[in-house]
């Protein structure tokens, strides 16, 4: 019913920056918060960002001062700008988004597949 499709991600050098975007298709009356998610080798999945309809955001401390999360609710979509990239910044990227189907429904919550994110030192 909905996809989420995350982009932008790659190989970078440490201090370097990224952009990644994600884009919500299907079924959608609309959405509230979307966020960004990422999951290193061997840990668990964290919140890195997250920004309601509204636009307030918080972020995980490790982040702060350096990623900035931003939404584009015409084009239905979340961004991460990521900048100072660090090594321990290496994992899969994952989209996430509270969505709703119609004005009646509940949100459901959706993930988008990951996009990987290496940053070398």
């Known amino acids: 019913q909905v996809q989420l499709v995350e982009s932008g991600g790659g190989l970078v050098q440490v201090g370097g920056s990224l952009r990644l975007s994600c884009v919500a298709s299907?079924?959608?009356?609309?959405?509230?918060?979307m966020g960004w998610y990422r999951q290193a080798p061997g840990k668990q999945r964290e919140l890195v960002a997250r920004?309601?309809?509204?636009?307030?955001?918080n972020y995980a401390d490790s982040v702060k001062g350096r990623f900035t999360i931003s939404r584009d609710n015409a084009k239905k979509s979340v961004y991460l700008q990521m900048s100072s990239l660090k090594p321990e910044d290496t994992a899969v990227y994952y989209c996430?988004?509270?969505?709703?189907?119609?004005?009646?429904?509940?949100?459901?919550?959706?993930w988008g597949q990951g996009t990987q994110v290496t940053v070398s030192s």
């Open positions: 920004i309601t309809s509204g636009g307030s955001r």
């Open positions: 299907g079924s959608i009356f609309s959405i509230n918060a």
């Open positions: 996430n988004a509270d969505i709703l189907h119609s004005a009646f429904d509940f949100a459901v919550n959706y």
